[in-house]
C-alpha cells in the first residue's frame, strides 16, 4: 500500500513537516507495510521556503536587513544547489508577526527588507528567483522591494518619497536607470495565494488592509494611493495591474513587480507541488492524505488541500483531508476531486488542548482513515 501524505501546515499549531510526521504514525499503525511518501506542502506563505528547502536542498542563506519599519531583523531566502536559483520568502523580511499587535503602521510599513534579500540572491548569481509574497505587514505595492532594487519613485519636485504605502498619493514618477542589468535580466516569479486586483472593493487596502492595522480612512487613503501607483505603473511601465487578478497580494507587491520586473505570478500551490515533485510522487499512490488546521469554504479556492485533491483525482487516487475542524459545505471540495474530510477533534476541547494535542489527533485519525483503506 502506497500512502502520499501531502498537508499544509496547522498554523500556530504544527509545521506541515510535523503534520506528515504524526499523520505518519498512524498510517503505520494501521499498516505496518505501507509504503508512506511525506510531501510538506505550503501555498505561497510562511512555510514555503522550509518546504521547498527539504524537498530540493540548496543553502539556507541568513541576511540582516530592514524589517517593516525599518528596524533591523535577521531574515533568510534559500539559494539554489548551483546558485542560479533562489526562493525568498517576504514573510521572513518583512511579515505582519514582525511587528508587535499594538506596533502596526499601515501607512508607513513597506517590503525594503525583502528586496535586500533578493538583491543579495542576485549578487550571488540567481538569475531565477521565486518570490513567496503571503503575510506582509505592508500595503507599499512593493515600492520598498524595488528601491532596495534600483527604482526611485519621486514627487513632482523629483523628491524621493518616504517609505510606505500613503506615500504614493505624491508619486509623480519612477526612475529605473539605477536598476541593473544583473536584475533586469533575472526571471522572476511570484507565488501567491489571493486573486484579489490592486484597488476597489476587492483590492489590496480593502482586503487586507484591515488586519495590518488600516482603520476604514486610513484603507480609503491606501486605495487612492495605489490607485495613483497603479496610473503612474500604466504610463511608465505600460502595464496596466488596477484590476489586474493577483495584484493586490501582499498589499500590492504582486501589481508592483508584474509592472516593473515583469514578473509572472502563479498560483502558490502550483509552484510549490512542482517544487517538492508532487505530481511524480502521486504515481501509483493507493491513498492520498492531506489536510490544514481549518477546512472551509475558501480551502477550495487554490489552497493546498484543493490542489492536491485535483492532482490525486488525475491520478485516479482516493483523497482524504484531516482537519481541526471542518465548516461546510464541503461539496466545492469534493467538486475538485476530494473523496472525504475528517476532524482530528475527539470531544469537545479548547483551543490550547487541540494545539497541545494535535499530533496524537492526527495519528489517531489517520489510523482510523487507513484501517478502511486497508480492510
Do not use: W
Not at 346 to 360: V, Y
Request: include cysteine; aromatic fraction near 2%; hydrophobic fraction near 45%.
Amino acid at each position: 500500500m502506497r500512502v502520499v501524505i501531502a498537508p499544509d501546515s496547522f498554523k500556530g499549531s504544527l509545521t506541515a513537516a510535523a503534520v506528515c510526521e504524526a499523520i505518519g504514525v498512524g498510517v503505520l499503525r494501521a499498516a505496518p507495510d505501507a509504503e508512506v511518501v511525506r510531501i510538506p506542502m505550503a501555498d505561497g506563505g510562511e512555510g514555503t521556503l522550509d518546504c521547498i528547502g527539504a524537498a530540493t536542498g540548496g543553502q539556507e542563506v541568513r541576511l540582516d536587513v530592514s524589517g517593516p519599519l525599518g528596524a533591523p531583523v535577521t531574515a533568510r531566502y534559500l539559494l539554489g544547489a548551483d546558485a542560479t536559483s533562489a526562493v525568498v520568502e517576504l514573510a521572513s523580511a518583512s511579515g505582519l508577526p514582525l511587528l508587535p499587535p499594538d506596533g502596526l503602521a499601515p501607512l508607513r510599513a513597506d517590503t525594503t527588507g525583502t528586496g535586500e534579500l533578493i538583491a543579495d540572491a542576485v549578487h550571488r548569481g540567481a538569475r531565477d528567483v521565486l518570490v513567496c509574497v503571503g503575510g506582509s505587514a505592508s500595503t507599499d505595492g512593493g515600492t520598498g522591494l524595488l528601491r532596495a532594487l534600483g527604482a526611485r519613485f519621486l514627487d513632482a519636485r523629483g523628491r524621493e518619497l518616504p517609505p510606505g504605502g500613503a506615500a504614493l498619493l505624491d508619486l509623480a514618477r519612477i526612475d529605473l536607470d539605477a536598476v541593473s542589468e544583473a536584475v533586469r535580466a533575472t526571471r522572476f516569479r511570484i507565488a501567491c495565494d489571493v486573486t484579489n486586483p490592486l484597488v476597489g472593493p476587492e483590492g489590496a487596502a480593502a482586503v487586507f488592509g484591515p488586519q495590518k492595522g488600516a482603520t476604514p480612512a486610513e484603507v480609503e487613503l491606501l486605495d487612492r494611493a495605489l490607485t495613483r501607483f497603479a496610473d503612474v505603473l500604466a504610463e511608465e511601465c505600460g502595464t496596466s495591474v488596477h484590476h489586474l487578478p493577483g495584484a493586490g497580494a501582499a498589499g500590492g507587491t504582486c501589481g508592483g513587480m508584474l509592472a516593473v520586473l515583469d514578473a509572472a505570478a502563479l498560483p502558490g500551490c502550483e509552484l510549490v507541488a512542482a517544487a517538492v515533485g508532487l505530481p511524480a510522487a502521486l504515481v501509483g499512490a493507493d491513498l492520498v492524505i492531506t489536510g490544514e488546521g481549518r477546512l472551509d469554504r475558501q480551502s477550495a479556492g487554490g489552497k493546498v488541500v484543493s490542489h492536491v485533491a485535483r492532482l490525486a483525482a488525475e491520478h485516479r487516487a482516493p483523497a482524504v483531508v484531516l482537519a481541526g475542524q471542518l465548516v461546510p459545505p464541503l461539496s466545492p471540495l469534493h467538486d475538485l476531486g476530494l473523496t472525504a474530510a475528517f476532524s482530528i477533534a475527539d470531544g469537545p476541547r479548547t483551543l490550547a488542548e487541540m494545539t497541545r494535542s494535535a499530533p496524537a489527533l492526527l495519528a489517531d485519525t489517520a489510523e482510523q482513515v487507513v484501517r478502511l483503506r486497508a480492510s
